[in-house]
């Protein structure tokens, strides 16, 4: 699992400013740099970065309830119970022919009496297999020479549903099952399938084919945790030929009908490869519909739903097409085998275990960070004037950073509401709050004189730099700002009054307004008072 040169799922993105050598802002990276791999395979790999969006996980004992309700789990765990004191197999570690019929009776798979169906014994062999594989089972020879298997050292563990041990157990067998199922889709035959004539060069061609088809479900895989990480609840599921369409589409394209057929190809090489590890827990997957292959225009009704124009299919229609979601278990999994692989894969919530200071910094010197998510993971179980108060202190500084601290400060605020009106008040005649508070306060319904001239004109430029730091690129948002400032028909004085204003970003502020501001005269008094202020930066 490695980092992508894929298309990115479409989120809000800017690329930010700020000056050299500060610390980075959340925004200082459109989102396929943030979430996707930078940089070309000749570029030095310390000049490159894959950042991971950060996730939400349910508590380890959820984890761990749904990786023993996993059945192949469970069965795996009754079978190794069932081999208590030691059970007889063959040379290969092997149930005996009777022995595998009882396993499958004591699975539920067959009943108590009568026949047993084939099928049955051969789901009982694979958890046989899997117990084995995750060392639930040990097998060897007595000292009398005879195959025994016994129960492994970490059972009681598991079944008392330790953490750390389950997780890891239900880890272990997600890696097999994903390795089984990249090796059972590049074997899949195209020719007669006669193995006898197979030659090195076909042995080679199915090794190529495996490595693609490994290749292929870790991308898909790591296109479902970005996407879920952005999702909001209950919109997890992902449509097969949207996740395809992501793996194959160039962002910013439209499909032509090549990458059509290459969106169909995708879906269908995905579809049983997901069905493998939906078998795990790690996903929910309802795969393609077989009958779509058996009509007369399958291949046109596998790919325009899901990436065509035309009329849209509706709900019970497009799902034919396949469905995938990926679960809080598949989201567990996935982020160990990122952090294995070296990458930082962060929680939401990580930052909310600090102070408000280590927050605010936190969010805008760390590019892989969820803000809103984070601010309320904050504030969940704070008393409002507290924390409100906590906030303004570490939102306050000149630093380059501050201006965004300030915003973020601001978006808590909104979010406490009215209960954090007595923290407010206690700094409305501060000079770098002020402003913003009693704005804030008068939204609230506060009536509340507004600022002098000079706090008022301070807490312009920093609410504009904050939006410039966090937005260079969306233009339309700064013209926006642009447009709203209350400049009079003499902008001459009132750049002058902008110009000596003490702020780290105020000639970078002047600057965009004289490029962006509509208005010639106007932007030309802006420019001037950029100068100026540059001069006296000086």
């Given amino acids: 699992m490695a980092g992508r040169s894929r298309n990115t799922p479409d989120h809000p993105s800017a690329a930010g400013g700020g000056e050299p050598g500060e610390g980075l802002l959340p925004a200082d990276f459109d989102l396929a740099d943030l979430y996707g791999a930078r940089g070309s395979d000749d570029e030095d790999l310390d000049d490159s970065a894959v950042l991971v969006p950060p996730v939400s996980l349910p508590p380890d004992a959820e984890l761990v309830a749904a990786a023993l309700a996993v059945p192949l789990i469970s069965y795996a765990v009754k079978l190794a119970r069932w081999t208590q004191p030691h059970r007889p197999v063959d040379e290969f570690g092997d149930l005996a022919d009777g022995d595998r019929e009882a396993a499958a009776r004591l699975l539920g798979l067959a009943p108590a009496e009568g026949e047993v169906a084939e099928e049955a014994v051969v789901e009982a062999m694979r958890a046989w297999a899997l117990a084995c594989d995750l060392d639930l089972v040990e097998t060897g020879t007595t000292?009398?020479?005879?195959?025994?298997?016994?129960?492994?050292?970490?059972?009681?563990?598991?079944?008392?549903?330790?953490?750390?041990?389950?997780?890891?157990?239900?880890?272990?067998?997600?890696?097999?099952?994903?390795?089984?199922?990249?090796?059972?889709?590049?074997?899949?035959?195209?020719?007669?399938?006669?193995?006898?004539?197979?030659?090195?060069?076909?042995?080679?061609?199915?090794?190529?084919?495996?490595?693609?088809?490994?290749?292929?479900?870790?991308?898909?895989?790591?296109?479902?945790?970005?996407?879920?990480?952005?999702?909001?609840?209950?919109?997890?599921?992902?449509?097969?030929?949207?996740?395809?369409?992501?793996?194959?589409?160039?962002?910013?394209?439209?499909?032509?009908?090549?990458?059509?057929?290459?969106?169909?190809?995708?879906?269908?090489?995905?579809?049983?490869?997901?069905?493998?590890?939906?078998?795990?827990?790690?996903?929910?997957?309802?795969?393609?519909?077989?009958?779509?292959?058996?009509?007369?225009?399958?291949?046109?009704?596998?790919?325009?739903?899901?990436?065509?124009?035309?009329?849209?299919?509706?709900?019970?229609?497009?799902?034919?097409?396949?469905?995938?979601?990926?679960?809080?278990?598949?989201?567990?999994?996935?982020?160990?085998?990122?952090?294995?692989?070296?990458?930082?894969?962060p929680l939401v919530g990580d930052l909310a275990e600090g102070d408000a200071e280590t927050l605010l910094r936190g969010i805008t010197e760390s590019a892989n960070v969820l803000p809103d998510r984070e601010l309320a993971a904050w504030l969940s179980?704070?008393?409002?004037?507290?924390?409100?108060?906590?906030?303004?202190?570490?939102?306050?500084?000149?630093?380059?950073?501050?201006?965004?601290?300030?915003?973020l400060c601001g978006v808590a605020l909104e979010e406490l509401g009215e209960p954090a009106r007595p923290a407010v008040l206690e700094v409305v005649d501060d000079p770098e709050l002020g402003g913003a508070a009693r704005a804030w306060l008068r939204a609230q319904g506060v009536e509340i004189a507004a600022p002098e001239r000079p706090v008022a004109l301070w807490t312009a430029v920093d609410s504009f730099a904050a939006v410039m730091l966090t937005s260079e690129g969306d233009a339309g948002r700064l013209r926006e700002l642009v447009a709203g400032l209350p400049v009079t028909d003499n902008p001459a004085s009132y750049f002058g009054e902008l110009w000596r204003v003490e702020h780290p970003y105020t000639a970078q502020v002047l600057e965009i307004v004289g490029e962006l501001h509509l208005d010639r005269a106007v932007a030309k008094e802006a420019r001037k008072a950029a100068f100026r202020a540059r001069s006296q930066q000086r």
């Fill in 381 to 407: 179980g704070r008393e409002p004037v507290a924390a409100a108060r906590e906030l303004l202190a570490a939102a306050r500084g000149q630093d380059p950073q501050s201006p965004v601290r300030r915003m």
């Fill in 143 to 345: 000292a009398e020479g005879e195959h025994a298997a016994i129960p492994g050292p970490d059972l009681d563990a598991v079944e008392q549903g330790d953490p750390s041990v389950v997780l890891g157990l239900w880890l272990d067998a997600a890696g097999i099952m994903r390795e089984l199922a990249a090796e059972a889709d590049s074997l899949a035959p195209e020719g007669d399938g006669d193995e006898e004539d197979a030659d090195e060069d076909g042995l080679a061609d199915v090794e190529q084919a495996r490595e693609a088809a490994a290749e292929l479900l870790d991308e898909a895989l790591q296109v479902l945790y970005e996407m879920t990480a952005f999702a909001d609840p209950g919109e997890e599921t992902v449509p097969l030929g949207v996740l395809a369409a992501l793996l194959v589409v160039p962002e910013g394209e439209e499909p032509d009908e090549e990458m059509l057929g290459e969106i169909t190809d995708v879906m269908v090489a995905l579809d049983p490869m997901l069905g493998d590890l939906a078998e795990l827990g790690l996903l929910e997957h309802r795969p393609i519909d077989p009958e779509l292959f058996e009509e007369e225009d399958a291949e046109e009704a596998g790919t325009a739903p899901a990436v065509a124009g035309g009329a849209e299919p509706d709900e019970a229609e497009a799902a034919r097409f396949g469905t995938v979601r990926l679960t809080p278990l598949g989201q567990y999994a996935v982020r160990e085998w990122l952090m294995e692989l070296g990458y930082d894969a």
